[in-house]
């Protein structure tokens, strides 16, 4: 299963920084809810959840339906605490995982 | 293809009716199986409007991809913050479109990703807050192209 992820994690924050983490995946989000030319339905293919750690602990969590667009781009927030790395996770239907990492330095 | 709209309507009639007399009678009317996915993921809450910014273009003219923000009004301290954000449609094939769990360091309550929007419709964000409250805002996007209801190529 390969996917390309995109992460956009500030390089360097001062603590206390509110820092914005956007990410991208490559995905198809199949919604399960079309027919193909046949008339057959297309069978569900997304991811369904979307987590992100930073240093192991969880700091943003997610569930996505059938609703979020192709190459799901979800942004969020984080406070800058220490140096550290984020570390990103997809799970999704037919076995489908990726997970990612982002360094950040702060000072 | 027609007949698969027509089946879709039905089918959304009929879910909304039941959701009618098993939730609210008489306030649900509109809302039909948003309404039903709503008490599905936080129970028989209180929804109030306010402290929520859901943020659609009023106009789109694909509903494939559908730029979307979420804000919530909070200090997002360990003794106040948004534990979590909803976000629901009203005409999808499925009501639910992203759930979000937050914790006090993200600092600020804003999510944002891109959506899918099968014609024009509602779509309702709420927020559950630290103290059990529940907040909420919708809004109204007109769809001029809608998503999952075209042939595939």
């Known amino acids: ?107 | 293809m027609y007949r698969l709209i027509i089946t879709r309507r039905e089918a959304l009639k009929t879910s909304g009716a039941v959701a009618l007399g098993a939730a609210l009678p008489g306030q649900a009317h509109a809302l039909g199986q948003m309404e039903t996915a709503i008490r599905r993921v936080i129970g028989e809450a209180e929804i109030r409007k306010g402290k929520v910014t859901l943020d659609l273009p009023p106009l789109v003219e694909n509903g494939n991809t559908v730029p979307m923000s979420v804000s919530v009004d909070s200090p997002m301290t360990k003794e106040n913050y948004v534990k979590a954000i909803h976000v629901f449609n009203e005409k999808n094939p499925q009501a639910n479109v992203i759930s979000a769990q937050l914790s006090p360091r993200a600092g600020k309550a804003v999510i944002s990703t891109r959506i899918r929007l099968a014609g024009t419709q509602k779509l309702m964000a709420i927020a559950e807050l630290s103290d059990g409250g529940y907040w909420s805002d919708t809004q109204e996007v007109i769809v001029t192209l809608a998503a999952c209801l075209e042939d595939l190529i």
């Open chain 1, 1 to 107: 299963m390969s996917a390309r992820a995109l992460i956009n994690v500030p390089k360097a924050a001062r603590r206390g920084d509110v820092i914005e983490i956007k990410t991208l995946i490559s995905h198809v989000m199949e919604t399960g809810y079309r027919h193909s030319n046949t008339g057959e339905n297309i069978p569900r293919d997304i991811i369904t959840s979307f987590s992100c750690k930073f240093n192991g602990e969880e700091i943003f969590a997610s569930t996505l339906y059938p609703a979020i667009a192709a190459n799901p781009f979800v942004t969020f927030h984080t406070t800058a605490t220490t140096s550290g790395t984020f570390a990103f996770h997809w799970i999704g239907d037919n076995g489908f995982e990726v997970t990612e990492e982002a360094k950040i330095v702060v000072e």
